[in-house]
C-alpha cells in the first residue's frame, strides 16, 4: 500500500529564504504526485502535479517540485519565499483512485 | 474560489443528535470524496463515490451515512457521533477521465460533537 512521509512537521524562515519541504513516497510503480496548500482559514489548493514527463514541475506562486524516482521522492521548492506563503503544505501519492496524504509540513515566514 | 461549496462551515452537535454535510461541486465533475483531517493526522479517505455508485469505504464506523443522490452533490448524514469524531470533513471531486484524477477540495465542515 502507498504511504507518504513528510519530514518536517514544522519550517520556521524569514522572508526571501529559501525552501524545500521533503516529501517521499514508498510504492514504486506508476504514480501521480501532488502537492495541496491550505492557507489559514482556507480550503486545500493544488499547488503542482506530476503524472509524467519532465520531472521538475512548475506550480503556482513560484514553487516547483522535483520527481526523483530512485529516491521516491517529490520535494517542493521556492528560492525566496514571501510572508503570504505562511500555509501548511500536503504532499499526495496516488493509489489507484484515491489519494494517499503526508501529514503535512506547517511553514511559517516571518518578514 | 474553489467550485466545490459546502455546507454548513460550522457545526456543533451532540452525541445524540442527527445532522447532515452537504457538499455540491461546479466543476462537471464525475467522482466525488469525503475525507476527515484532523490535527496532527494525514488527511483520511471515508468515501468515494464514481458515478454517483459508491466504490469506496475506508473502513468507516456505520454512524456516518454517504448519500450521493447525482454527480453534483454528495451528502454526509451523521447521528450518535462520538467527541473523536470532532474533526474538519472535506469533500473533494474529481474528473475520472484519462490519468488525471486530480482532486479539488471544498473549504470544509469544521464539526464539535459535545
Known amino acids: 500500500a502507498q504511504s507518504v512521509s513528510q519530514h518536517n512537521h514544522h519550517v520556521i524562515l524569514s522572508e526571501a529564504a529559501s525552501l524545500e519541504l521533503g516529501c517521499n513516497y514508498s510504492y514504486g510503480g506508476t504514480v501521480n504526485l501532488f502537492w495541496y496548500v491550505q492557507y489559514p482559514g482556507q480550503h486545500l489548493q493544488l499547488l503542482l502535479k506530476y503524472f509524467s514527463g519532465d520531472p521538475l514541475v512548475k506550480g503556482i506562486k513560484g514553487f516547483e517540485a522535483e520527481f526523483i524516482k530512485s529516491k521516491f521522492s517529490f520535494n517542493l521548492r521556492k528560492p525566496s519565499v514571501q510572508w503570504s506563503d505562511t500555509a501548511e503544505y500536503f504532499c499526495a501519492a496516488s493509489e489507484g483512485d484515491k489519494l494517499i496524504f503526508g501529514t503535512g509540513t506547517r511553514l511559517q515566514v516571518f518578514p | 474560489e474553489t467550485g466545490v461549496t459546502q455546507t454548513p462551515r460550522h457545526l456543533v452537535m451532540g452525541m445524540t443528535n442527527k445532522k447532515s454535510l452537504k457538499c455540491e461541486q461546479h466543476l462537471g465533475h464525475n467522482a466525488m470524496y469525503w475525507y476527515k483531517q484532523s490535527a496532527k493526522k494525514p488527511l483520511e479517505l471515508m468515501f468515494v463515490y464514481n458515478f454517483k455508485e459508491q466504490t469506496e469505504n475506508n473502513s468507516v464506523p456505520s454512524r456516518f451515512s454517504p448519500e450521493c443522490p447525482n454527480s453534483s452533490h454528495l451528502f454526509l448524514h451523521l447521528h450518535t457521533l462520538q467527541p473523536e469524531d470532532s474533526a474538519l470533513y472535506l469533500c473533494?471531486?474529481?474528473?475520472?477521465?484519462?490519468?488525471?484524477?486530480?482532486?479539488?477540495f471544498g473549504p470544509g465542515t469544521r464539526l464539535l460533537v459535545l
Open positions: 473533494a471531486s474529481s474528473l475520472r477521465q484519462g490519468r488525471d484524477e486530480t482532486q479539488y
